[in-house]
């Protein structure tokens, strides 16, 4: 429970869990479990696991789409984006990435239809239109991407990866420019704050301690 941080319920079982996204229209969580080849859906309201449905590959990251109500998963072996009706668990769809090699990062700007996509083993970052699931562009970004946060205020996009390099896009209609890297080593998870603009990163160890680093965003001159 958020107020109190404590754990009220333990669901399993995940056998890897990576991604996580929650579907409001069914009031259901979906989580990536990426050795399990799975993207697996707990009831938000009991706490329970009630499906784990078979991706025919590795799960990268999930992310909910709220203009098409749909989840959307990154499936490694595959090279696919898999769409999912939350309602009934059941993917609807599967998107081939052209070229990818183990899609794993997802981000999306929904105002503009756009899903930013990270290939994990040739070290590129995609743009896809969510209208025809067509890939628009692709950019070199730091070797092993792995989670991607977008800020719809800025048009901003953070590419951690477990590199340790973070590279920046601007987005300029429906492609992104570079804006300039950063080197925050172990810096493979970014998520950033859309009303205060300010990024952070979790970094699992430095020094032999967690550490999170909060980054503010200087202001065009």
Known sequence: MWRTLTTIARVGTI????????????NRVFV????????????????????????????GNTVFDPESGRI?????????LVAIDPATAKIVGRYPTTGAKEPH??????????????????????VVDLNTMK????????????????????KQLYVSA???????????????VPEGTLSIPRAHTVCVDPKSHLVYFPLENIDGRPLLRIMELNPRP
């Open 162 to 176: 477990e590199s340790g390099k973070v590279t920046i896009f601007r987005e300029n209609g429906k492609d992104l």
């Open 135 to 154: 890939i628009l562009a692709s950019h070199p970004v730091g070797e092993d991407p792995d989670v991607l946060a977008f800020d719809p205020g800025s």
């Open 32 to 59: 990536s479990d990426e050795h399990g080849d799975t993207d697996a859906v707990i009831d938000a309201q009991t706490n329970k696991l009630i499906a784990s449905i078979p991706l025919g590959g590795g799960a």
């Open 72 to 80: 959307l998963v990154a499936v490694h072996e595959t090279n696919e």
């Open 105 to 126: 990062g997802i981000s999306l700007d929904v105002a503009n239809r756009l899903a930013f996509v990270a290939w994990q083993a040739n070290n590129m970052l995609v």
């Open 15 to 26: 056998n890897y869990p990576d991604g996580i996204a929650y579907a409001p229209n069914a």
